[in-house]
């Protein structure tokens, strides 16, 4: 069993839809869950940051963590083409050393249809 | 854009060659990490260096090595090169080499795509 598992997709959407990312985990000393964006031929941006469990919100995007489940997501509201990504969900331990670095999702590609 | 940068932005090469790559990191930043990106295997780390010191390694290959040096950019060798090498080969940098604030705030640069023939 992988570590982090992402459904590949990928996911076509019209523009204006709620959309939904999923990551699953295996790993329970995961503590930093994040959310990148990767544009076609681009580095991975970092979109949200959130430890633990709970939600959080910034603009149109909402990352959700629930540990008891093992299970991550990032909601985009009123999703426009600009969005259309390769989405990459990673996570990280409490702590230094190599559990101290991310281990990535091999992402959710998006597009969104004007 | 980032403020990570990379040379070369494409590199081809052959079978048994030896190439390096560079990375110069976020002003400020102390951290490096390599990752490489492939579409079957994903985004997976490599190496982390922390102001000049190996901090970390993951799924660094024997024939693969990396330095930071003094004025903190790295370079990642890969030597002896086969198709399966055939990658994108991301740079990152970050504030923090271990603690809570700077786990997830890693910076990315824009790659280097290697090719091998």
């Known amino acids: 069993q992988k570590e982090v598992e992402q459904d590949p997709g990928p996911l076509s959407v019209p523009e204006g839809a709620i959309v939904s990312l999923n990551c699953t985990y295996s790993n329970s000393a995961f503590q930093y869950f994040m959310w990148y964006r990767q544009y076609s031929r681009k580095g991975p941006e970092l979109l949200m940051y959130t430890y633990s469990s709970g939600n959080k919100e910034d603009g149109r995007f909402t990352a959700q963590v629930d540990k008891s489940s093992k299970y991550i997501s990032l909601f985009i509201r009123d999703s426009q083409p600009s969005d259309s990504a390769t989405y990459l969900c990673?996570?990280?331990?409490?702590?230094?050393?190599?559990?101290?670095?991310?281990?990535f999702g091999k992402g959710t590609k998006l597009s969104v249809k004007p | 854009d980032s403020g990570v940068t990379q040379t070369p932005k494409h590199l081809i090469t052959a079978t048994g060659q030896r190439v390096t790559l560079r990375c110069s990191p976020r002003s400020g930043d102390l951290s490096v990490y390599w990752y490489q990106q492939s579409l079957d295997q994903g985004l997976q780390f490599l190496i982390q260096?922390?102001?000049?010191?190996?901090?970390a390694k993951g799924n660094i290959l024997e024939r693969f090595s990396a330095q930071q040096f003094p004025d903190l950019h790295s370079e990642l060798n890969l030597s002896s090169l086969e198709l399966g090498d055939s990658a994108l080969y991301f740079c990152?940098?970050?504030?923090?080499?271990?603690?809570?604030?700077?786990?997830?705030?890693?910076?990315f640069g824009p790659g280097t795509r290697l090719t091998v023939t």
């Open positions: 990152a940098s970050s504030v923090e080499g271990t603690g809570i604030a700077g786990l997830g705030e890693q910076y």
């Open positions: 260096y922390y102001n000049g010191e190996e901090r």
């Open positions: 990673a996570m990280s331990a409490s702590y230094g050393g190599s559990q101290g670095n991310l281990i």
